[in-house]
């Protein structure tokens, strides 16, 4: 698998400032995700999130239970903005910055990993996997939430509808999708083939109404 020629959005400045903001108001889903995670680990867990941008999933699980918690983002805004964002709230998470792919952190140091809404943003899909791989405990686990790449139209229109947005939201929303996030996602089949590709071994695909769920154990 060759590295993807598309280098990702530069999320930095003002345009990592704006995601920061309208952001925000997906905060029920953060605290969803975090709750549904603490659930399934234990008391002191070590946990990495990759690309968390303003930090919020990251955060939000630091309210729930006692865990180690590192952010890694190649933004330099977006960590600052992270280490704000968590300074408001309380509560103590490590961001820092570095790449998916060349993750400067230690191997076997993490029971968990995450990566929402990030993947088909990464250059090097695979070298990313492999990190996960690296970075994580015997029996660690990964999470990997994206886009999917076959999405519906019904599918893609019911959850803007949900969003309610407004009308000119909604059809900015929608025409984002179609024009550069979904022609940047994956096949469940090249999920499959980048997975055997990373080394690992045991994983389950589960398909969302837009996107994948992949759980991956090291």
């Given at each position: 698998?060759?590295?993807?020629?598309y280098k990702g959005i530069g999320m930095e400045g003002g345009v990592a400032r704006w995601y920061d903001k309208t952001t925000r108001r997906d905060l029920p889903e953060f605290k969803a995700l975090a709750r549904k995670v603490a659930d399934t680990l234990v008391s002191g867990a070590k946990v990495l999130e990759i690309a968390p941008g303003p930090g919020f999933f990251a955060i939000e699980l630091a309210k729930v239970g006692k865990y180690q918690i590192t952010g890694l983002d190649i933004s330099k805004t977006f960590v600052d903005?992270?280490?704000r964002n968590a300074r408001?709230?309380?509560?103590?998470?490590?961001?820092?910055?570095?790449?998916?792919?060349?993750m400067p952190l230690s191997e076997g140091s993490?029971?968990?990993v995450l990566c929402r809404a990030a993947?088909?943003?990464?250059?090097?899909?695979?070298?990313?996997?492999?990190?996960?791989?690296?970075?994580l405990k015997?029996?660690?686990?990964?999470l990997v939430i994206d886009l999917r790449k076959d999405v519906g139209e019904k599918s893609l229109d019911s959850y803007i509808r949900g969003l309610k947005a407004g009308a000119l939201n909604a059809f900015m929303m929608k025409w984002?999708?179609?024009?550069?996030?979904?022609?940047?996602?994956?096949?469940k089949q090249q999920f499959q083939n980048?997975?055997?590709?990373s080394g690992f071994v045991k994983s389950e695909i589960r398909e969302a109404p837009i996107g994948f769920e992949i759980t991956l154990v090291k």
């Amino acid at each position: 698998m060759q590295a993807k020629a598309y280098k990702g959005i530069g999320m930095e400045g003002g345009v990592a400032r704006w995601y920061d903001k309208t952001t925000r108001r997906d905060l029920p889903e953060f605290k969803a995700l975090a709750r549904k995670v603490a659930d399934t680990l234990v008391s002191g867990a070590k946990v990495l999130e990759i690309a968390p941008g303003p930090g919020f999933f990251a955060i939000e699980l630091a309210k729930v239970g006692k865990y180690q918690i590192t952010g890694l983002d190649i933004s330099k805004t977006f960590v600052d903005i992270a280490k704000r964002n968590a300074r408001q709230e309380h509560v103590e998470v490590d961001f820092r910055q570095g790449n998916a792919s060349a993750m400067p952190l230690s191997e076997g140091s993490f029971d968990f990993v995450l990566c929402r809404a990030a993947f088909k943003n990464f250059s090097d899909p695979v070298g990313a996997l492999r990190e996960m791989r690296r970075v994580l405990k015997p029996e660690g686990r990964a999470l990997v939430i994206d886009l999917r790449k076959d999405v519906g139209e019904k599918s893609l229109d019911s959850y803007i509808r949900g969003l309610k947005a407004g009308a000119l939201n909604a059809f900015m929303m929608k025409w984002t999708f179609r024009l550069m996030l979904i022609p940047r996602a994956y096949t469940k089949q090249q999920f499959q083939n980048f997975i055997v590709e990373s080394g690992f071994v045991k994983s389950e695909i589960r398909e969302a109404p837009i996107g994948f769920e992949i759980t991956l154990v090291k």
